[in-house]
């Protein structure tokens, strides 16, 4: 699947989104027109802290909260990662349970050649698993691992069999060496925004 056809996927799952939440508000009462409506207080439940900076002091903004996939879409920064995800058909292994995922943004991937992405889909391993879909999995954590959790030291064992290393410098947290940003919950992990591409050994 190309990146068109990964961004149109991206656009329309955005757009289900969007319409379920559009579609639970229909039963809402309409203040007459005469009154301003309220605005409504968000909902503790629905709603996840996002981090807009990767580092230095953070601004704290309320979105709706939903699973990792659909939070990664939402956010709009990880178009790349998600079109890769739904490639190597890993979408519904993301929802089927909890994870930790240390995800590289659009501008991470865009470090990375185009034609070492496309070689790395294309490749396969000796067990016939393409490599972007074990450099994909080498990005995730079986478990929610808050900022708190992660510790100087700490091994971390991906989806994909692989390790990642925690650091600490300076009150700085780093994955394989590479600084760890913002976090943003969704309903089955924390999805941390990186600035680079972990590449397993």
């Known amino acids: 699947m190309n990146r068109v056809s990964r961004t149109l996927l991206a656009l329309l799952a955005v757009t289900a989104v969007g319409a379920a939440a559009c579609d639970d508000d229909r039963d809402d009462a309409i203040a007459p027109p005469s009154t301003p409506a309220p605005a409504a207080p968000a909902a503790p439940e629905t709603t996840a802290a996002t981090d807009t900076t990767v580092a230095g002091p953070t601004t704290t903004v309320e979105m709706p909260q939903g699973d990792l996939v659909a939070t990664a879409l939402t956010n709009h920064v990880f178009t790349q990662l998600a079109g890769m995800a739904i490639d190597a058909d890993l979408v519904e292994t993301l929802r089927s349970g909890e994870f930790t995922v240390f995800a590289p943004t659009d501008s991470a991937f865009e470090k990375v050649p185009v034609a070492t992405l496309h070689s790395l889909q294309d490749t396969l391993d000796s067990n016939g698993v393409p490599l972007a879909t074990t ?3 080498h990005h995730v954590v079986p478990g929610i691992y ?6 100087d030291g700490m091994v971390l064992e991906t989806a994909a069999g692989t390790t990642l290393t925690i650091t600490e410098v300076g009150g ?21 925004v990186m600035d680079d591409v972990l590449v397993p050994a």
Do not use: H, K
Request: proline content about 3%; glycine content about 10%.
């Open 135 to 137: 450099v994909l999995l």
């Open 146 to 151: 808050t900022r708190d959790q992660l510790v």
């Open 172 to 192: 700085q947290l780093f994955v394989e060496g590479m600084p760890i940003g913002a976090s943003v919950e969704a309903t089955n992990g924390i999805i941390y």
